[in-house]
């Protein structure tokens, strides 16, 4: 059964620095990977994804992800944070193709103070 | 522009009750979630449909059902609410044949069982 873990549940940044949000996964087949974001009392929306080919994926807002795939990770970096930033983050695999259920982390609490 | 919406937005609610909740998209998507998330938990499956007349349990299952009449819509009830039901509950859906996976989600339900 695949698994996903993130390894801060919270994160706090101040303004223009750099962050990382750790995602690692367990699964024993190819897997998709995915990123969403959370803004506060709203639901989540696809930050980035993972499918096949690069293994360097690029999202909205200036998030990329690099998929890792002896160790199994997939984090999310972002050279300058802003503000706006502030939100959850949840990583997510699904197994290919004919499954289509996502299983989630726990998520990251990422909170950019000025 | 196409949608997935959830109804209501926030319901209060009495122990023993039945509820149910709405989730109506407009993607024409075969795949339909339902979730609940929780401080500490993340997202945690609780049904899935993959079309109509299917429904399949997720990790969470005890307490809720789903039905799915149409590819529009996936209500989730619950058949006599309990304490531990207390949470935010997500609908989300994604295109079978589009074989990425990208879940899209509603802007959740907050229930609260008194």
């Known amino acids: 059964a695949q698994s996903v873990t993130q390894l801060d549940s919270q994160v706090p940044v101040f303004e223009e620095a750099p962050v990382e949000l750790r995602c690692n996964y367990s699964?024993?087949?190819?897997?998709?990977l995915f990123w969403y974001v959370q803004y506060p009392n709203q639901g989540l929306q696809l930050l980035l994804k993972?499918?096949?080919?690069?293994?360097l994926v690029k999202g909205i807002n200036g998030f990329e992800a690099e998929f890792n795939k002896s160790q199994t990770s997939f984090h999310l970096r972002k050279p300058s944070v802003h503000i706006s930033d502030t939100a959850e983050y949840f990583c997510?695999?699904?197994?290919?193709?004919?499954?289509?259920?996502?299983?989630f982390g726990k998520g990251t609490l990422l909170t950019v103070n000025p | 522009d196409a949608e997935i919406t959830q109804s209501p937005r926030h319901k209060i609610t009495e122990t023993g009750r039945q509820v149910t909740l709405a989730c109506h998209q407009t993607?024409?998507?075969?795949?339909m979630f339902w979730y609940r998330q929780d401080l500490g938990h993340g997202l945690r499956l609780i049904h899935y449909?993959?079309?109509?007349?299917?429904?399949n349990k997720g990790e969470v299952s005890d307490g809720y059902s789903v039905s799915r009449s149409n590819t529009e819509d996936l209500p989730l009830t619950l058949e006599s609410a309990a304490s531990s039901q207390t949470s935010v509950y997500f609908c989300?859906?994604?295109?079978?044949?589009?074989?990425?996976?990208?879940?899209?989600f509603g802007a959740g339900t907050r229930l609260s069982v008194l």
């Open positions: 989300a859906s994604s295109d079978q044949r589009q074989g990425e996976n990208i879940q899209y």
């Open positions: 699964s024993s087949v190819s897997v998709y």
């Open positions: 993972y499918l096949s080919g690069s293994t």
């Open positions: 997510a695999v699904s197994e290919s193709e004919s499954n289509y259920k996502l299983t």
């Open positions: 993607w024409n998507h075969n795949n």
């Open positions: 449909s993959y079309g109509v007349q299917d429904t």
